[in-house]
């Protein structure tokens, strides 16, 4: 398996522009997760969603984020408009089950975005 | 608040055995994770402890403690390819997933 797919690996933008970051979760992983990380914050989970469908979503800073997964392979999360301070990494990760009893939870994280904001 | 405390950084000499400690404070309890990351790499899972007591694995072991709220993350014989931030991570009763800041761990020659 080829792992989690992220596409851009960089994005640089002007502030105001949109902004649409992509993921391919591992196939049969029922679980998708939108993360950011940043110096001053560390890891933030953004969003998770199970089967396709969002869960959690109270970690989304504001409504100029919006995350959609509108099938098992694929989803995107976008910024519109951008601001300096989204400048971050944002990780997508899956994973095969949320919480025990079920499994061992490992998440597999992608490569990363790394998103500048000018 | 919910919120989780590790130390910002670590240095340790190759070989030798170093601790990582994390405590938490959370609304409930679902399990701890511990994720190892390079420097401009994406974080990989190292354990994940639910009950109480000791995980090993290889050179790594985590410990639980959750009427303390406390966990740490042992290294041994450790190398220099050991020198990563290792992220101390929670779920709490809400199955909210909270990572730590991390603690960025030096391993010296």
Known sequence: D????????????????????????????????????????????????????????????????????????????????????????????????????????????????????? | GQNIDQPTEMTATEGAIVQINCTYQTSGFNGLFWYQQHAGEAPTFLSYNVLDGLEEKGRFSSFLSRSKGYSYLLLKELQMKDSASYLCAVISGTYKYIFGTGTRLKVLA
């Open chain 1, 2 to 118: 080829a792992g989690v797919i992220q596409s851009p690996r960089h994005e640089v933008t002007e502030m105001g522009q949109e902004v649409t970051l992509r993921c391919k979760p591992i196939s049969g992983h029922d679980y998708l997760f939108w993360y950011r990380q940043t110096m001053m914050r560390g890891l933030e989970l953004l969003i998770y969603f199970n089967n396709n469908v969002p869960i959690d979503d109270s970690g989304m800073p504001e409504d100029r984020f919006s995350a959609k997964m509108p099938n098992a392979s694929f989803s995107t999360l976008k910024i519109q408009p951008s601001e300096p301070r989204d400048s971050a990494v944002y990780f997508c990760a899956s994973s095969e089950t949320e919480v025990p009893p079920k499994g061992n939870n490992e998440q597999f994280f992608g490569p990363g975005t790394r998103l500048t904001v000018l």
